[in-house]
């Protein structure tokens, strides 16, 4: 089973994003798939050991619900890190979520708009930006931006999309041989729509290449996988359902409507009690980071 593309974090374009539900859900993605922000973290901490960089501000830039922005609190233990988002719902889960991890003296919350507002958050020593750079418009301007905040050396990580995430194994074609390959193709021109819908869309290259426009040298660039498999614990098989059916909603009028209709299905059956009963649910996913130093 494929979630066609991926689980486009809490940034859904439907106008929901900035609610307590879909906060929520954004933080049971963060949970589960929580190793993607630990390996890259560990690569991050190795790095600025290499080069003496000493990390005393972070900003997350949007955050969501402070997953990230806990584990880069704990990864570097005298920082304060900036959760920047621009959902109310998202930071309020932030605080609450610093709190209960016991890092609310160094994780501050601010709401700002990535593509306009960013100047506003100060200078920092390290900028993390997962899964949400793709969501401005003019994401070559924004990396220009992040340059200016930080401080000499400093760098910036990226974590975006690679492949898509599976949550079924490849060969459950629920009868439709080729289905997630179709589907996820729906889902890529969803993605290239929805970026051609931003405010001040600008057609985007590579990122080691608009990371080279825009100052920095490209010290990192690997692929992040992970495999969680079966059986899932409740969280896990939560995730996979909502996975599919945020995914899901995407496709209207892209994919085929028989493809659709067996998703449909397979949603119906296990939809009731919000968790897939399926014996053979797993997660396989993918990250791609990239990291930049400011030259």
């Known amino acids: 089973m494929t979630n066609p593309g ?3 974090g809490h940034r859904q374009h439907d106008g929901m994003f900035d609610s307590p539900e879909a906060a929520a859900a954004n933080e049971l993605e963060g949970d589960v798939l929580i190793g993607f922000v630990d390996d890259a973290t560990s690569v991050l901490a190795v790095l600025c050991d290499e080069i003496g960089l000493e990390v005393r501000r972070v900003l ?18 005298e920082a304060t890190v900036i959760a920047a988002d621009d959902s109310t719902a998202m930071l309020d889960r932030a605080v ?12 501050e919350v601010r709401p700002v708009d990535l593509a306009t507002d960013l100047g506003t958050l100060g200078r920092a020593d390290l900028v993390w930006a997962s899964m949400s750079l793709h969501h401005v418009g003019d994401e070559l301007a924004a990396l220009r931006e992040i340059r200016q905040l930080l401080e000499p050396g400093g760098i ?13 194994p490849d060969g ?19 993605f290239t729509d929805m970026r ?44 996979a359902l909502k996975q599919m059916a945020q995914s899901r909603g995407k496709l209207d009028d892209r994919a085929d409507p028989a493809d659709l209709s067996a998703l449909d299905a397979l ?14 649910v797993r997660i396989s996913a993918t990250r791609r980071l990239y990291v930049g130093r400011a030259r």
């Open 196 to 239: 051609a819908d931003l405010p001040g869309s600008t057609e985007s290259g590579d990122y080691p290449s608009m990371l080279a426009m825009a100052g920095f040298d490209v010290v990192a660039d690997q692929v992040l996988a992970m495999s969680i498999d079966e059986p899932l614990d409740g969280a896990g098989r939560r995730f």
């Open 6 to 8: 991926h689980h486009d």
């Open 172 to 190: 459950v074609d629920l009868g439709r041989p080729g289905i997630w390959e179709r589907l996820d193709a729906a889902w890529a021109d969803w």
């Open 96 to 107: 609450a979520r610093a709190e209960r991890l016991g890092f609310a003296d160094r994780v």
């Open 267 to 280: 949603l119906d059956q296990d939809a009731p009690d919000g968790i897939m009963h399926r014996d053979d």
């Open 156 to 168: 910036v990580a990226l974590v975006e999309r690679h492949a898509p995430t599976r949550v079924l």
């Open 60 to 77: 997350d830039l949007g955050s969501g619900p402070g997953v990230g922005s806990c584990v880069l609190a704990e990864r570097f233990g």
